[in-house]
């Protein structure tokens, strides 16, 4: 009895995840950052921000550029996850694959105080590819009339953000600077879904079909920063990101709206359907200390906060009037999410004029309870460590730098959303290119 609760409260945990339509990662979906230099430097960068990548982590900085330039960034999520349930068999990997993103920007000093940019860049994304035959007895024991290595388990989100930069130089201590953040999100998600119907002493018939989700959303914010130098070796920087609040748009295909037995019940109900949905990026806020004990070493540490309190839940709401009446309570995502704060680590050591080796190390806490984990774009703990080379002459700057989180294999209960062991390890490669002149 006390195993067939457990195969119960699974089969309806199963329930609840297949007709949910939106799902995050931990921490937002952020890529931790912009710029090889300061990912090498395990994104410690705030108080130092001297390149084009201080357009994300504080704007104040750019105003010790000198030149005119153009910065092209270019990075890759190469995932590996895994998730594991033994009571069913499961001992899955998500499929090979790789999520690109970048960065592009144009800055030009006006006067040695002034400087004035546009960048464009990706501040989040992420996804995940599942083999579906590995997958299958999500759906084999409890559906009828569709093979469960037939349904796909994908999902990609990312956001664009263009931001004109403006970055003022006070006094020899003090700067400051801006962002007007435009914000393009999409996401795009297929996985299955479930319908089930009951006559006590009858019949109790279960069925399972694809559900896809494909939805865009604009939203608008701001960046503020301030960097402090109270001496030649010593820089303070303070960053704040305002919030940004957005609505998904687009559009849901159910194929279980098809289904006779529904059909039945709601003649006419279509297999598309508009679908909205509303989350907000929160507020974060970081700073950071950069020190130099001697002319050759740059030592960094950040500490990066994120109200991710402000997320608790995710509502579905459908166009169609039958679909909200019959998919939108587990379309819901429930979240409960806590606010977190990274811990950034970084040095720079320049072997010459020319050329320098950087090395890093963050700390990256998951907002999610064990309880809401998916296997679509999972939310967990990572650790992470960096390095990288710069390379630099009059004109020409060149860094690359590998990244690899490690992420931290969490016990979802039976009691959760997806039951099971999640785990998940990013490597990420990237490299930039400045010109200036």
Known sequence: MKEARKNARFLLTVALIVCSGMFLSANGLNLNGVGSKAIAMGGAFIGQADDYSAVFWNPAGLSQMKKSNISLFGTVLIPSGTYSFPTYGIDAKTKAGMYPSGAIGYFKPLNEKLLVGIAAY????????????????????ITEGNAGNELLWKSMIGVVSISPVVSYKLNDMFSVGATLNVNYA??????????????????????????????????FGATFGLMVKPIDKLSIG????????????????????????????????????????KATWPLWAGLGISFKPIDKLTLNFDLQFTQWEKIQAIEAVYDNAVWQSIFAAGGKLEL??????????????????????????YYDPSPS?????????????????????????????????????????VESPMTGVMPGTHGMNILVPNIGITYRF
């Open 238 to 277: 303070l960053t704040v990101r305002t919030p940004v609040s957005i609505t998904f748009k687009g559009d849901a295909k159910n194929d279980i709206a098809s289904n006779t037995f529904l059909q039945m019940s709601y003649p006419g109900t279509p297999t598309e359907s508009g679908i909205e949905r």
């Open 186 to 219: 999409f996401m795009k998600l297929q996985k299955p879904a479930t319908f089930r119907v009951t006559i006590p002493g009858v019949f109790d018939f279960k069925y399972a079909e694809q559900y896809e989700e494909n939805t865009t959303a604009w939203g």
């Open 369 to 409: 309870p064990a309880e809401t984990l998916s296997i679509l774009l999972p939310e967990i703990t990572y650790n992470v460590v960096t390095f990288g080379f710069g390379y630099k002459t009059e004109k020409l700057c060149l860094s690359v730098c590998l990244e690899y989180l490690m992420g931290k294999d």
């Open 122 to 141: 990706v501040p989040a994304g992420s996804g995940a590819s599942w083999d579906a035959n590995q997958l299958a007895p999500l759906t084999y024991g």
């Open 336 to 361: 409960e999410w806590k606010n977190t704060i990274q811990y950034r680590f970084g040095l720079e050591y320049a072997l010459s004029s020319k050329f320098a080796l950087r090395a890093g190390y």
